[in-house]
């Protein structure tokens, strides 16, 4: 074991030591004699309830009175007056101010951190991204709790006492885009880190959910892909690699990683020693989609080429999707979710409950995000009835119903992104127990500076 790898593990065990706090299912912390908060004690019975009863407790608990909320996505500022609106067709009388704050640089933990020492909090809700930090510093914690409604249980097919996890609202998709105007085209994951290729990505060190894309690949199911990948390729593609991986298998061994664990250090390296670090997925859409952007790629988010406006030097004709290639090998992208959490000390619990149940269990409650492609409702039912009102399978922009005018934006659904493996998805849990050992050793690899 070499002398950085020893490091890497002593500081796991001596964390995984000082950490002796652990989440359930139900995003409660729980220790040898724990009890339920006040509202941890709402949230069972929430849990309970159906939307119409959440909503009556909603009223009765805040009309006129002022809610605030936080959260990554300042969509949720969309969100709430459809909330309200819902709320007046059962009582039209009822009122409620509002305010929605999305702290920026990824200062939204410091600020849930901070409201929780108060004993009534001033955030009632989250809406929040991120499951690594999540699970380490939000919910070992006890600032944040999770809330199953019962819909949304039923929707899925379990209960709130048999799920186990967090609430997402919806899973976002960041995947691997190239520009079509040349000759190159993707076919299999490996391509994207070969010799010379400088992918267009938003910097792990900007968006944290790129290291837990990272830390994912690591994953036995992730690393078993890479792997299959890696002997799709022809014998000259594998030598490319294969000195990149023999000289990371002792890391993964000292890792604890399991014996494909070699391949996703060997694509991590390769990785973050060649991609094109960005600030932002706007700035990448906008070269991407250029015509003098010619055999360029990126990795971001996929809902970026709906607001691409067409013009002479630019389209959403001039980009490709890998993963939608004939024979396309191994991930296609990266999915993290928004996840809704109630906060331990809310001063409104039955109408912050009431809220996230409304943007789970409802098409206007979602709406917020579903117009665009590349995010998915955690509510299979509200999934179905977002693509009946959208149609994002066929672009929104369907000739006939048959022609598509951009083909990019013919996104294939939720359904087909979220099985076999298409995308590498955020496990909170497993991004957590890594973080320390492999986040450290990807720390200590080198980024490419562009000359």
Known sequence: MSTKTKVLVVISLILAIALPVFANGNGETTTAASELSPVQEIIRQAEGMSMEELAKKAIEESNGAMFYGVGNSSRGKTALPLFIAYLQTIDPNYTLNYEWQQPKNNKIFDQLTADSLKETGTFAMTLIQDGNQIESKMVRTGILDTFIPKEWAEANGTTADEYTGYLPLQTLNKVFMYNNTGSKSYDNVWDFVAPGEHGLFMDIDSEIVGKNFLYMLTQDVYAAELKEAFDALSDSEKALFQPTIDAVSSDASDLGLGENGKYALAWIKLWVES??????????????????????????????????????????????????????????????????????????????????????????????????????????????????????????????????????????????????????????????????????????LSKYTPQ
């Not at 809220?355 to 789970?360: H, L, N, P, S, T």
């Not at 939720?414 to 492999?438: H, I, K, M, Q």
Request: glycine letters at 10%.
């Open 275 to 444: 991609y094109n670090a960005q600030t932002d997925d706007g700035p990448i859409c906008n070269t991407l989609v250029s015509a003098s952007a010619t055999d360029q790629f990126g990795l971001i988010v996929y809902s970026k080429l709906r607001s691409v406006e067409e013009s002479a030097t630019v389209s959403k004709k001039n980009v490709d999707i890998a993963a939608y290639n004939d024979g396309y090998q191994g991930f296609g992208g990266y999915g993290y979710c928004h996840y809704l959490f109630v906060t331990d000390n809310s001063p409104l619990p039955w109408t912050a409950c009431a809220f996230i149940a409304y943007m789970v269990n409802t098409a206007d409650g979602f709406s917020a995000w579903g117009k665009d492609i590349g995010g998915y409702s955690s509510n299979p039912n509200v999934a179905a009835e977002t693509e009946a009102i959208y149609q994002h399978k066929t672009g929104g922009m369907a000739e006939d119903g048959v022609t598509v005018e951009y083909p990019a934006l013919n996104d294939r659904g939720g359904d087909w992104w979220l099985s076999e493996n298409r995308l590498v998805l955020e496990d909170p849990a497993y991004c957590a127990s890594v973080s320390f050992t492999v986040g450290s050793w990807i720390e200590m």
